[in-house]
């Protein structure tokens, strides 16, 4: 729990909260909601897994950009948070950067 509360604490650890929470609604939207939708004809799956999964990718935007504007990222850093979001494993791929950065971060 204390590990949850230090994430909350610093920008790049709310990014990061943020960005995997993503990256599993992106998984179950493609492992889970789809091959129900697909081959068990349930379309709700989809539109439920679909809407949390897009809620979830704007907060990601947002908090990179909150994120940006607090460290003075360059638009660089901001793009490969961003690029890594738009693939299912991306969340999960930077997020060991992120947690070097975030470790780096003084505060």
């Not at 950009?65 to 961003?82: D, I």
């Not at 690029?83 to 991306?90: E, S, V």
Request: one cysteine or more; aromatic letters at 10%; a positive charge.
């Amino acid at each position: 729990m204390a590990s949850m509360r230090k994430l909350w604490s610093t920008p790049i650890g709310r990014l990061r909260l943020v960005a995997l929470a993503e990256g599993v609604s992106f998984l179950v939207l493609l492992g889970i909601a789809m091959p129900l939708k697909y081959a068990a004809d349930v379309p709700l799956a989809v539109r439920i897994a679909g809407w949390i999964h897009g809620v979830l990718f704007i907060a990601v935007c947002f908090t990179v950009a909150r994120t940006a504007g607090e460290l003075g990222w360059s638009r660089w850093q901001v793009a490969r948070v961003v690029i890594a979001a738009l693939f299912p494993f991306g969340p999960f791929v930077i997020d060991r950067g992120l947690a070097r950065l975030d470790r780096a971060e003084p505060g």
